[in-house]
């Protein structure tokens, strides 16, 4: 049957190169004024349900998804409906309808949508900022990091696909017109993960429609409320209907069936790695009817570590530290939960660092506190579970316990345990809160050892001085995203590419120039002229 052509896409397409986006100064008080009147619009708004949305037509289920405030549980976020078995099937035919007429959508409409949706975030950014604030606990800093990180992740994938329509083959055979042609996979299943809720959802979702596929967004439980935000600016841009499907629901029902279904092309996903694990086993398996391999482009999590050198400048290495450990409450998969520190300053470098830690603020995050709640209680029972695995297998520095002064929520001192020994849990396990190790290591050579003796490989740092010591870390030390004389988190689009190694993940750079490789496929014509 044929398939109608939708009509032209208006087009807006940004000029000039890719820049990064500037982040909010919150120290003025003009900026201050915006960011207490968005959380006070926001409040205004908390509670509201929201539909699951399949094919364009909105709907509810029976089963609802509670989204709450980490900070204060008693407060309801967003109600949301929980897609089961039964929307399995409606929303993969939504996605495949759609996919004829937007996958003939020229590279220039498609990306012209991106920077719509880019335009419309950029102007409400503080109200989405407070979105974050509410449903995930990030104080204000931390949370316009997320929004500046959605609009880079439009602003450059929609100059990539302009720049992939337009790739050349490296030569033309005499008589023939050779062309590469990068075309899309097709539904892709994308489950995103709840300490980015913006950020690594839109970016997923953006590449993959940019290069003309369809998506089944699944967001994760815990923050399902910005993404209905996000998704509420889609339909507001003129997104046909079943481009992407908006079904927050179960993993182990929903999710799992959509990873498996035969017509999914690919999965993106951020995550554990026990869950991108079993997200590429079932991948892997070929259903009845399936007549491809399944793409997985998978981030999976670390176990971070930053080199400290004894020539290295401590007072930076002690400030880039309790950043990257405790910004977010450690739940950030770059985050430092391994500092390795040469023994001939590790007495001072944990002296240095014990006040700088018990600067920290714990609090409401609307109120811009340095650190707030972990994401939910069952996540502070497991970091609580690694705390006490801590005191008896190393020394207690600071913290050590519930914060219990904090407010309603579930916040965690940011914790410190010195003499953690190579190869221990807290040395080894991810932990995803605010918990750091801190290691004695030899020399460099042993740092370096301890640093790579990881199943993981996604982000590291080096404080050294030494030039040939900081060229053997850049050889020697295995990771997908390496810093030096600078903390582990905070990538910047475009500038920092992400993506890991090992258990990390796939290394599939997220933010670089290769990332739409993945949500396309390489055509090659050889045409004979007549």
């Known amino acids: 049957m044929a398939t109608l052509e939708a009509p032209p896409m208006p087009l807006v397409l940004h000029q000039g190169p890719y820049t990064i986006e500037p982040m909010i100064d919150f120290s003025t008080e003009e900026n201050q004024r915006k960011m207490r009147a968005a959380l006070d619009k926001v409040r205004a708004e908390l509670g509201r349900e929201y539909d699951m949305v399949i094919g364009g037509k909105h709907s509810k289920t029976t089963e609802k998804i509670r989204s709450i405030n980490p900070a204060k549980p008693s407060q309801l976020v967003g109600l949301h409906q929980n897609a089961g078995a039964a929307e399995v099937e409606p929303t993969m035919q939504a996605a495949l309808q759609a996919f004829p007429?937007?996958?003939?959508?020229?590279?220039e409409e498609r990306a012209s949508f991106v920077f719509r949706v880019a335009d419309i975030i950029r102007e409400r950014r503080f109200e989405f900022c407070a979105w974050l604030v509410f449903e995930v606990s990030k104080n204000w800093g931390e949370a316009d990091a997320d929004i500046a990180e959605t609009i880079d992740f439009c602003e450059l994938y929609a100059r990539e696909a302009l720049r992939m329509s337009k790739v050349e083959t490296p030569a033309q055979l005499p008589g023939e017109r050779d062309r590469l042609m990068y075309i899309p996979l097709g539904v892709g299943a994308v489950i995103p993960p709840w300490n980015f809720p913006c950020a690594i959802m839109a970016g997923m979702t953006m590449a993959s429609i940019v290069m003309g596929n369809t998506?089944?967004?699944?967001?994760?439980?815990?923050?399902?409320?910005?993404?209905?935000?996000?998704?509420?600016?889609?339909?507001?841009?003129?997104?046909?209907?079943?481009?992407?499907?908006?079904?927050?629901?179960?993993?182990?029902?929903?999710?799992?069936?959509?990873?498996?279904?035969?017509?999914?092309?690919?999965?993106?996903?951020?995550?554990?790695?026990?869950?991108?694990?079993?997200?590429?086993?079932?991948?892997?398996?070929?259903?009845?009817?399936?007549?491809?391999?399944?793409?997985?482009?998978?981030?999976?999590?670390?176990?971070?570590?930053?080199?400290?050198?004894?020539?290295?400048?401590?007072?930076?290495?002690?400030?880039?530290?309790?950043?990257?450990?405790?910004?977010?409450?450690?739940?950030?998969?770059s985050a430092c939960s391994r500092a390795i520190v040469d023994e001939k300053v590790y007495d001072e470098f944990l002296a240095k660092l014990k006040p700088r830690?018990?600067?920290?603020?714990?609090?409401?995050?609307?109120?811009?506190?340095?650190?707030?709640?972990?994401?939910?209680?069952?996540?502070?029972?497991?970091?609580?579970?690694?705390?006490?695995?801590?005191?008896?297998?190393?020394?207690?520095?600071?913290?050590?316990?519930?914060?219990?002064?904090?407010?309603?929520?579930?916040?965690?001192?940011?914790?410190?345990?010195?003499?953690?020994?190579?190869?221990?849990?807290?040395?080894?396990?991810?932990?995803?809160?605010?918990?750091?190790?801190?290691?004695?290591?030899?020399?460099?050579?042993?740092?370096?050892?301890?640093?790579?003796d990881t199943?993981?490989?996604?982000?590291?740092?080096?404080?050294?001085?030494?030039?040939?010591?900081?060229d053997r870390a850049i050889q020697e030390f295995h990771v997908g995203n390496l810093y030096i004389n600078r903390k582990c988190t905070g990538a910047i689009v475009g500038a920092h590419p992400f993506g890991g190694f090992n258990m990390s993940g796939t290394d599939s750079k997220a933010g670089g120039p290769d990332y739409l490789y993945l949500y396309s496929q390489g055509k090659s014509v050889g045409e004979k002229l007549r």
């Open 101 to 107: 007429a937007w996958s003939r959508r020229s590279a």
């Open 215 to 333: 998506v089944v967004l699944k967001p994760s439980h815990d923050a399902p409320t910005i993404a209905a935000k996000f998704f509420e600016v889609l339909e507001e841009c003129g997104l046909p209907a079943g481009v992407v499907n908006f079904c927050p629901g179960s993993g182990s029902t929903f999710g799992d069936a959509i990873v498996a279904h035969p017509k999914t092309r690919y999965i993106a996903f951020t995550g554990s790695k026990g869950v991108g694990l079993h997200i590429n086993q079932r991948a892997a398996e070929q259903q009845p009817g399936q007549l491809w391999i399944k793409r997985t482009i998978l981030e999976m999590g670390g176990k971070d570590a930053m080199v400290i050198d004894a020539d290295s400048d401590l007072d930076a290495a002690v400030e880039a530290v309790a950043q990257a450990a405790f910004g977010y409450q450690g739940q950030k998969c």
């Open 455 to 470: 199943e993981f490989g996604l982000t590291g740092a080096v404080y050294a001085n030494s030039q040939e010591k900081i």
């Open 357 to 452: 830690v018990e600067k920290i603020t714990l609090g409401d995050p609307a109120e811009n506190a340095n650190m707030a709640a972990v994401i939910s209680e069952s996540a502070m029972n497991k970091i609580l579970g690694y705390i006490e695995q801590g005191k008896k297998d190393g020394r207690l520095i600071t913290g050590g316990g519930r914060a219990t002064n904090a407010g309603e929520g579930y916040f965690i001192q940011p914790t410190v345990f010195a003499d953690i020994a190579p190869k221990s849990t807290l040395e080894q396990e991810e932990i995803f809160g605010p918990v750091l190790a801190v290691i004695k290591a030899r020399d460099f050579d042993h740092a370096l050892e301890i640093a790579n």
